[in-house]
DNA sequence: TATTGTTATACTCTATAACTATA
DNA sequence: TATAGTTATAGAGTATAACAATA
């Protein structure tokens, strides 16, 4: 089929939605049951970027609810791939850390990713992918866009 | 809070889905109970941008199931704002269009979702912002992304 | 027999509130 | 009293399969 697809109008939220999910979709439908879903991907990839971190951390910078992250966090330690261990100056924090198998796993989901993406942005050249990557990168980075609750 | 944020290791479709999360939250804090949901925008939108269409269609550009598209096309259809007649030619189908109800809700809700895009993009400027979104049209609009489920 | 749309259903994702343990 | 995390629960979003009507 020839692609008649959705202009939203002009609008950038409703195109940036439209890539993700079908992101999304592509990954998890790419990814064994060994692997990690795109959900869990975020949280470790949050722990790479940033280095371990309080589940507080997770809410703040992700965007997800408190309650959410303690789900997510249960998955990811069953699977040995985080740990939670007390933290000594505030026993009310849990320090999150990657296990070697939680590094070896997002870097198994990364492969993929790149796969999905290599398909997904594939009409744009490379110096686009960059720029596109690099604009997004700048929204997101940018206060109003970091996943504040605003709570 | 000085806002550090995921990098997400370099990838795209991360950023997308945090910007797009970011944006359908603070669009639907911003709705009252009179408009439409962000996933009622993109059907509306759909009939904006195409015109009057069977429902098939919904599910092949929005990436949605068919029986998502029922449930979504019920609640717009007792709202007002959409109606459903069988096509002639063809009585298995439902031809679906905008009352202008529905036009009038649209719009309403984009003017809502111009307020958030200046917010959250608000660090790029103009000339950056229509780049990005030329950029995310132009991969939204490439066969690989449409919302087809491969099946 | 194949297709469009519908229903029933279950599973995933998200949000709210009440609770605990620490501070 | 306030904060970090947990639990219970409900609601939104999504996917699968079985079905009715029509082709």
């Known amino acids: 089929m020839n692609s008649p697809v959705p202009r939203y109008s002009g609008h950038t939220i409703p ?3 439209h890539l993700a999910r079908a992101g999304w979709r592509a990954l998890d439908r790419r990814v064994s049951s060994t692997e990690v879903t795109h959900r869990q991907m975020l949280v470790l990839t949050l722990l790479e970027d940033r280095g371990p971190m309080a ?3 997770f809410r703040e910078f992700l965007g997800l609810d408190a309650s959410n ?3 997510l966090l249960n998955e990811l330690e069953e699977q040995g791939l985080v740990v939670r261990r007390r933290n000594p100056d505030d026993r009310r924090q849990h320090v999150v850390e990657r296990t070697d198998a939680g590094v070896r796993a997002l870097e198994h989901t990364y ?3 790149a796969i999905v993406e290599k398909e997904l ?3 744009l050249t490379p110096a686009e992918q960059a720029q596109l990557q690099a604009l997004l990168s700048r929204v997101v980075s940018a206060p109003a866009a ?3 609750n605003s709570d």
Chains 1, 2 share one sequence.
């Open 15 to 17: 195109l940036a939605s």
């Open 55 to 57: 589940q507080k951390a």
């Open 69 to 71: 992250v303690v789900g």
């Open 111 to 113: 492969a993929r990713l």
């Open 121 to 123: 942005l594939g009409t």
């Open 146 to 148: 970091s996943g504040t």
